[in-house]
């Protein structure tokens, strides 16, 4: 759906954004990182014409975006950016409208759009005609989230869309975002710093060093086959947290235990599954044991039987 091939950025002398080429496929969550200055943000513009290659193209549904008009490009496609990014002088209502206006659909259209988008990010209808300042940090991540999603375009770009936030709300927006039926069904591009971010949103990561795409792969993939030793370093400091966000419970599946009990009374767990997630819901809800499926065979799952196969699957990857 958006292919970059070997682009370049050079302001003045300095190269931001140094010959790097990417494949995104439709419905994917890409993830830029990699440290502040990397050039992630050049390339993530470089997507909506907001900065234009020094080198190399981009092609969005097999369409060089260069030849297209870039105004009608950046219609077609959500953004949101660094810091909200919302108008001061326009209410919550009119900040989310912004795209339906310039896309000229009736005003009962709209109002309908917006107070749906408002619900789904859990903004209260008292807002409707409150200005951004009169609103809380996450507030406005919410509204900036909703002003993207407005006009449902297929494709969306986010620079660092819970960067600005507390820990705590960061991880509430986020999970909020992430639960909605468009995070998972739209193209994501993403920007952020954030290494827990990026295992939390990705299908893919793509890590930049310098301005160059060290390695493009999915979480497992970057954390148990890293190409170099700059990959393996990056992810050391928080590296179990990591890997238990990044195998599924389907991965591990030849390494769990075949158990012949009775797992029909057991709650059941679906088998996309992580481990972080496996070992917070038998935390949290006091059982001993879980069940999960797959392809028709059920499988108990315990603390024991989860480290058991995860160290397993580590052995073999
Ligand atoms: N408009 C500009 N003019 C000159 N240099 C720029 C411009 N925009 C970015 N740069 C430089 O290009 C490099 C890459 O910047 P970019 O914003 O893409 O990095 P980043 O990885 O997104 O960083 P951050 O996470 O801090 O936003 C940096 O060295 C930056 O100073």
Redesign the pocket.
């Given at each position: 759906m958006i292919e970059a091939k070997n682009i370049t950025k050079k302001?003045r002398q300095?190269t931001?954004v140094d010959n790097i080429s990417f494949n995104i496929e439709e419905g994917e969550n890409f993830v830029l990182l990699?440290t502040?200055?990397?050039?992630?943000?050049?390339t993530l513009k470089m997507l909506n014409r907001l900065i234009e290659p020094t080198a190399g193209s981009i092609y969005i549904n097999q369409k060089n975006i260069e030849e297209q008009n870039a105004e009608t490009l950046r219609r077609s496609i959500g953004y949101v950016l660094q810091n909200t990014g919302l108008f001061p002088h326009y209410t919550v209502a009119e900040n989310i409208a912004v795209v339906p206006n310039l896309f000229k659909w009736n005003k009962e259209k709209i109002r309908l759009r917006v107070e749906e988008l408002m619900r789904k990010l859990h903004l209260s209808k008292e807002y409707y005609n409150a200005y951004p300042n009169e609103l809380s940090g996450g507030q406005q991540q919410r509204v900036g989230l909703a002003r993207a999603l407005a006009a449902d375009a297929a494709i969306l770009l986010m620079d660092e869309p819970f960067g600005a936030l507390d820990p705590i709300t960061r991880t509430k927006v986020r999970t909020d975002f992430i639960n909605l039926e468009e995070f998972k069904k739209k193209t994501i591009v993403l920007?952020t710093?954030d290494v827990q971010e990026a295992f939390e949103l990705a299908d893919r990561i793509c890590l930049m060093d310098k301005g160059k795409i060290i390695q493009t792969g999915t979480p497992a993939e970057l954390l148990f086959k890293p190409v170099d030793s700059f990959v393996k370093t990056f992810f050391d400091e928080q590296r179990l947290q990591l890997e238990y966000k990044s195998v599924t419970l389907q991965m591990l599946w030849q390494f769990l235990k075949d158990d012949h009990s009775n797992t029909s009374s057991l709650k059941e767990i679906s088998s996309q599954t992580n481990i972080w997630q496996a070992l917070e819901y038998l935390n949290t809800n006091n059982d001993d044991s879980v069940s999960t499926k797959n392809n028709n065979t059920v499988k108990e799952i315990n603390y024991a039987s989860l480290m058991h196969a995860f160290n397993q699957y580590k052995k073999y990857n």
């Open positions: 302001f300095q931001a990699g502040s200055g990397c050039g992630k943000t050049t920007v710093h």
